[in-house]
């Protein structure tokens, strides 16, 4: 089962527990979405992600709640989209 390069990121970072870790996984988010030009591929990006974190949640569960953080962003980026496209 293969991760997308963000969610090794994000498992990494909710290992080690580290201040400012949430703002350094929506960073990797960020930059993974920069190849993503047309509003439909980041969203198709964005799904693939949650897909991901899903996987991960069964591999780690002692990042729950890190991953919770996460997907919470990811819903913010998912709106904003929804705005654009109205």
Partial sequence: MALSEPVHAIRRLGAAAQIGAIVMAEQAIDTYLDGCRRPDDRATALDIL?????????????????????????????????RRAA
Avoid: C, Q, T
Avoid at 53 to 69: C, K, Q, S, T, V
């Fill in 50 to 82: 949650l897909r991901d974190l899903a996987r991960l949640r069964l591999l780690e569960p002692d990042l729950d709640g890190f991953i919770g953080e996460v997907e919470r962003y990811i819903d913010l980026l998912h709106r904003d989209l929804s």
